[in-house]
């Protein structure tokens, strides 16, 4: 659960309210549009949704916040966090292979475009979110591991989705672990984030069925006086360290160059997702002291400045003492031990949500982070970071990591083109 986390590293992209809802005219209530009598009858719409009045007030920002499909990267990598998601694995049905996987993969893209617009799913839609807008929904497609090896395709594997080692931490449950195919759902609105999830498992119909499935959320945008960075179950501000897309070299961490020495030509623009459960076992976290809670962490709870002062985004000094000459920081502390600077420069890009599953027999709440992160190497940023938590991380005795999977993501895809449509059909 490294510290370059959770932070919300920029602003999704976002149209005015007045921009949202005049590409929404598909999204308001039916009994608005009834009483005017405006009613889609065009060929080709989806029954049922109906066009808004012309004085109809506008979406809310949150409903309207639009994040385009044709992207060079796929959306709900750099995005900031969503309040609502869904992680989702797939595996191929007995029998089907790379023609299959072709047409699935053409008919999610479809699925997604229209959603991310406001628009209704292409088949069959469930209505869910009739009077919702895109409310900044985000639909991410990775390949994993097993993936190759189904469809035929094993030449064009990545090196880098080698299987991750073994980890002191790990206690984990292979049913909910890795799968042939991996979709990433956000939105800013719970309703919308489960209709893209439904058209998405309805549109993978005989050619896949789920493997597993998990429910996050974060705080909703606009909860706070001002934009700030989240906070985890353990209430602990969590993404100081993030890397943001103004800094010089954030491209060069988390994407696949287009033209990659070591990865095949399809991941050009395209990204390593690691996906983690990390159970906090929070009964054992909330009986410590705030001073312990703040050694373990190396940062203050009440604002996330480091132990050796200044504020949240004050550098850290990592020799200093106090009057008895130990260090202000130990050691042992999880943001000391997850600083770039002492990992040869690894980063990654996380882009989380947290979860609860339910409470335990015994009383203990099942919840924590779903972990998700991003880099151009795996094994440098992943992997190099994890095994230095792995030798002495002060939090590895409060958390205890349940599944894993390792994803392939390729670039986003072009006008009229699908989501992995280079190593499909190249």
């Known amino acids: 659960m490294p510290d370059q986390s959770t932070t919300e590293a920029h602003e999704p992209e976002v149209s ?15 009994g ?9 009858g065009a060929a080709g719409t989806a029954a049922g949704y109906a066009a808004a009045p012309a ?10 916040g639009h994040v385009p499909f044709h992207v060079k990267h796929q959306p709900g990598i750099t995005q900031g966090l ?22 699935l993969l053409r008919r999610w893209s479809e699925t997604a475009r229209r ?3 406001g628009e209704a799913a292409p088949n069959d839609d469930t209505d869910i979110a009739r009077d919702a807008g895109p409310s900044s929904l985000t639909i991410t497609f990775g390949f994993g591991n097993s993936f190759f090896a189904r469809t035929g395709l094993e030449k064009q594997r990545p090196v880098a989705l080698d299987p991750l080692p073994d980890f002191s931490s790990d206690h984990l449950d292979k049913a909910r672990s890795n799968g042939d195919l991996w979709v990433q759902i956000g939105a800013d609105d719970a309703l919308v984030a489960f209709h893209a999830l439904r058209a998405i498992q309805k549109d993978a119909g005989s050619a896949a069925k789920v493997r597993w499935q998990m429910n996050g959320f974060n705080r909703t945008p606009g909860a706070t006086a001002h934009p700030m960075t989240a906070r985890n179950l353990m209430g602990q501000m969590d993404g100081t360290r993030n890397p943001k897309p103004t800094e010089s070299d954030f491209d060069q961490r988390i994407f696949v160059p287009a033209k990659s020495t070591k990865d095949p030509a399809w991941m050009a623009n395209g990204s390593y997702a690691v996906v983690r459960r990390i159970r906090m076992l929070l009964d054992d976290w909330e009986k410590l002291s705030l001073t312990a809670q703040e050694q373990v962490i190396g940062r203050r709870k009440s604002n996330g400045a480091p132990l050796t002062g200044g504020g949240e985004t004050t550098a850290m000094d990592l020799e200093k003492t106090d009057a008895n000459g130990d260090l202000v920081v130990p050691l042992n502390a999880h943001a000391r031990i997850t600083r770039p600077d002492q990992n040869g420069g690894a980063a990654m890009l996380r882009r989380p949500f947290s979860y609860h599953d339910g409470i335990d027999p015994d009383g203990t709440p099942d919840a ?3 972990f998700v992160c991003w880099q151009a190497d795996p094994l440098r940023g992943f992997v190099t970071v994890q ?5 002495g991380d002060a939090l590895s005795k409060y958390i205890r990591h349940e599944s894993s999977g390792l994803f392939a993501v390729p670039g986003g895809a072009t006008e009229g083109e699908y989501v992995g449509q280079a190593l499909l059909e190249g």
């Open 82 to 103: 969503q309040a609502r998601g869904h992680l989702v694995a797939f595996d191929l049905a007995a029998g089907a292979g790379r023609k299959e996987a072709a047409a």
């Open 368 to 370: 924590g982070l779903l």
């Open 55 to 64: 004085e109809a007030t506008p979406l809310s920002s949150i409903g309207a």
């Open 32 to 40: 608005t549009a009834g009483a005017t009598g405006l009613v889609l």
């Open 115 to 117: 959603l991310m617009a």
């Open 387 to 391: 095994r230095k938590l792995d030798r």
């Open 16 to 30: 005015s309210p007045e921009e949202g809802f005049a590409r929404l005219t598909r999204r308001r209530l039916l």
